[in-house]
């Protein structure tokens, strides 16, 4: 009987069918993988332009100075008597506003206010009326139009005071948490935390929002530019959207009425 060695030939075309049966085997199996696992979307590389966060603690402070703690009809009978069981922070920055009156969220418990022409009812899950009173000069007073805010505040003749009141005016957000490395869908390049640039018309006031819509979903982000005149004008001159990312919203925000 012949060895494989006496046939150089022959044993050349068995190895080659040997080597082409494993090749065959091996792609049948990656491909087979392939097909099973769900292919991973890139992550894009974002830079994030830090600034300095804002401080907080200011609207907490004015609150405090109120002195108006527990039941309202016992401590602050006057913001009872314009129908507030609760009163809270704003969720604007108070910090910048000049003058320095104090500005607060007044919620309505029970059923309809009585002043229905001030009040308001945000989206969501709390069915409570809302509005904004404002403490100047010793007295208090209702406050829910973007030309009554104007009135109070404005002209706005610094950067710190052109971010309180671009919050105020158009219930957009100043954020200082983005992180480059989160779990969202980023859509640019590049994006700039909360800031205010000073040009020839105004201040240009970099701002966030959101798509304002309840529930748990994948909601879209947006970087939002506002111009503030000296006058106190508000327009809004750029919005992109930044990212997609997975985010519940339960309850919506007081925001001023437009005139």
């Known amino acids: 009987m012949n060895k494989p060695g006496d046939h150089p030939t022959l044993w050349a075309i068995i190895t080659s069918r040997v080597l082409l049966l494993n090749f065959v085997i091996l792609s049948t199996l990656l491909v087979g993988c392939s097909l099973s696992l769900p292919l991973l979307p890139l992550s894009r590389q974002v830079r994030i332009t830090e600034y300095p966060p804002l401080d907080w603690g200011i609207n907490g402070q004015r609150l405090k100075e109120l002195g108006c703690e527990g039941e309202l009809q016992e401590s602050c009978p006057e913001l009872a008597a314009l129908g507030c069981a609760e009163i809270h922070a704003p969720r604007f920055h108070l910090g910048g506003l000049q003058p320095p009156y104090n500005v607060v969220e007044c919620v309505h418990n029970e059923g309809q206010p009585a002043d229905t022409a001030y009040f308001r009812l945000p989206p969501g899950l709390d069915n409570r009326y809302r509005?904004?009173?404002?403490?100047?000069?010793?007295?208090?007073?209702?406050?829910?139009?973007?030309?009554?805010?104007?009135?109070?505040?404005?002209?706005?003749?610094?950067?710190?005071?052109?971010?309180?009141?671009?919050?105020?005016?158009?219930?957009?957000?100043?954020?200082?948490?983005?992180?480059?490395?989160?779990?969202?869908?980023?859509?640019?390049?590049?994006i700039q935390e909360t800031h205010v640039e000073e040009t020839p018309q105004g201040y240009l006031v970099y701002l966030f929002d959101w798509s304002h819509k309840m529930g748990c979903d994948r909601h879209p982000f947006y970087a939002v530019n506002v111009l503030v005149t000296r006058e106190g004008d508000v327009r809004e001159v750029d919005r992109q959207e930044i990212y997609r990312g997975k985010a519940c919203f339960d309850f919506g925000a007081l925001i001023l009425d437009e005139d």
């Open 131 to 190: 509005t904004y009173v404002v403490y100047q000069d010793g007295l208090y007073r209702l406050m829910i139009k973007q030309s009554e805010f104007r009135q109070l505040f404005a002209p706005v003749e610094s950067p710190e005071e052109a971010l309180s009141y671009a919050m105020a005016m158009t219930g957009l957000q100043a954020r200082f948490d983005l992180d480059p490395s989160a779990n969202v869908d980023y859509l640019v390049d590049e």
